[in-house]
């Protein structure tokens, strides 16, 4: 996740299809489903050590795709649509320096299940080791939430957030996190990122 260029060669692992528009920052809808966007926290800093949650966040949305989520404004980003899946990657600079990864393809036969599957060797195919995706938490028929981690070729260890959806024919897979000595800091602000997004649509189970 701290390499964003590498991630193009992850989306073989993605299953394609129709090639759209990446997010962009020109949406003007109201998503209708979107998950909890507060994650329990296990291990608390003083709250001098934790970095504040920012005031200025920016839209981001795909309107043709059908989804938007926030990020803090100053945030550094690229998209691509490469195979069909259109990538958003962003690094929120410091204090936080939070990277955040988001893959949204079309693939009706997938599940929530199957998504948090493709999370392991997608990071792995980035040149991460010791990729952990655990605690995962249902938070509703159309999204789950886990904790995720992984050491790169230096030996240092990312420690994140991934969000993972499904909306009948879309499928949505949103990592946020940062190195590890980093995370308690900014895990309210990761928290925030991941818990914005939303469908606009009622989602898979046309329940929200």
């Known amino acids: ?6 991630f193009l060669g992850a989306l073989a692992l993605l299953t394609a299809g129709c090639a ?18 507060a994650a329990k926290t296990t291990k608390k800093l003083p ?3 934790v970095n504040p949650v920012p005031a200025d966040w920016i839209t981001m949305a795909d ?7 926030k990020v803090p404004k100053g945030t550094d980003h690229k998209t691509d649509t490469v195979n069909g899946v259109d990538v958003y990657a962003a690094n929120v600079p410091a204090p936080y320096d939070i990277n955040v990864l ?6 009706k ?24 995706v655990t605690d995962i938490k249902e938070l509703s028929d159309d999204y789950s939430v886990a904790n995720i981690s ?6 240092k260890t990312t420690k994140g957030k991934v969000l993972v959806g499904t909306d009948v024919t879309d499928n949505y897979i949103v990592m946020v996190g ?3 000595d980093k995370f308690s800091a900014n895990e309210k602000t990761i928290d925030e990122i991941w818990g914005s997004f939303g469908m606009y649509s009622g989602g898979a189970s046309g329940n929200n």
């Open 63 to 69: 309107e043709v795709r059908g989804y938007e989520f």
């Open 150 to 155: 992984s050491v790169d070729e230096k030996g």
């Open 47 to 49: 709250e001098s050590k």
């Open 20 to 37: 759209q528009k990446p997010a962009g920052n020109t949406a003007t809808s109201t998503p209708s489903a979107s998950p909890a966007s």
């Open 178 to 180: 940062t190195d590890a």
């Open 109 to 132: 036969t997938l599940t929530k299940d199957d998504l948090m599957k493709k999370v392991e060797g997608v990071l792995t195919s980035m040149g991460e080791k010791d990729v952990k």
């Open 1 to 6: 996740m701290k390499r964003i260029l590498l």
């Open 102 to 107: 988001i893959f949204a393809f079309k693939d």
